[in-house]
């Protein structure tokens, strides 16, 4: 089982917004809404940020949203700020033995 | 919150066994439809869901794993545990324990986490 596909990296300057992508298969993320995003900050415990594709944990700005088309996910961060600056991991589950897929994490870069 | 914590060595030779702890605080690991997972990060890769216990002792492993690894539970003491035998290099990475919840709570999202123990394999 190959891990979801994700871009290696990601920019954007402080307030503007960026989008960081999760593709997967219609095993995965194009069959169930079962789609959580993580950020992760080195040397300190992954927050998830998004849950069952567009749901937020209480707490998580409402500037983190989550969407689906078909076999992609999307994690869209707007307003950017510079605490943003993190790895960030989308998780689905999948129907083809594995369970839980991970994909391979993006590195987001607040210029 | 719930808070989690890995403990265990962070040097393991070639070919032994690999184990680790999580023990859960501000929180019941018999608490729910949650699950505890552990979860492994190589350096430079992406994450990897290694399996997941619930309270009841009913496991689920990541195939590509299963035939070396056993998660065990002490719900007495809130803790739960990860074995990994016959290791290699490749099993060198920051492993992570994660509270895990089900479709009816959290659509198999994982809430919380441990801030992970790096484990090297190496002789």
């Known amino acids: 089982q190959s891990a979801l596909t994700q871009p290696p990296s990601a920019s954007g300057s402080p307030g503007q917004s960026v989008t960081i992508s999760c593709t997967g298969t219609s095993s995965d993320v194009g069959g169930y809404d079962y789609v959580s995003w993580y950020q992760l900050h080195p040397g300190k415990a992954p927050k998830l940020i998004i849950y069952e594709v567009i749901k937020r944990p209480s707490g998580v700005p409402d500037r983190f949203s989550g969407s689906k088309s078909g076999n992609t996910a999307s994690l869209t961060v707007s307003g950017l700020q510079a605490e943003d600056e993190a790895d960030y991991f989308c998780c689905s589950y999948t129907n083809s033995g594995n369970l839980l897929i991970f994909g391979g994490g993006a590195k987001l870069t607040v210029l | 919150q719930v808070q989690l914590q890995e403990s265990g060595p962070g040097l393991v030779n070639p070919s032994q066994t690999l184990s680790l702890t999580c023990t859960v605080s501000?929180?019941?690991?018999?608490?729910?439809?949650?699950?505890w997972s552990w979860i492994r990060q190589p350096a430079g890769k992406g994450l990897e869901w290694i399996g997941r216990?619930?309270?009841?002792?009913?496991?689920n492993y990541n195939p590509s794993l299963r035939s070396r690894v056993t998660i065990s539970v002490d719900t007495s003491n809130n803790q739960f545990f990860l074995k990994l035998t016959s290791v290699t290099a490749a099993d060198t990475a920051v492993y992570y324990c994660?509270?895990?919840?089900?479709?009816?709570?959290?659509?198999?999202?994982?809430?919380?986490w441990g801030q992970g123990t790096m484990v090297t394999v190496s002789s």
């Open positions: 501000r929180g019941s690991i018999n608490s729910g439809n949650y699950y």
């Open positions: 216990i619930y309270a009841s002792g009913s496991t």
């Open positions: 994660a509270r895990g919840g089900g479709w009816a709570l959290l659509g198999d999202a994982f809430d919380f």
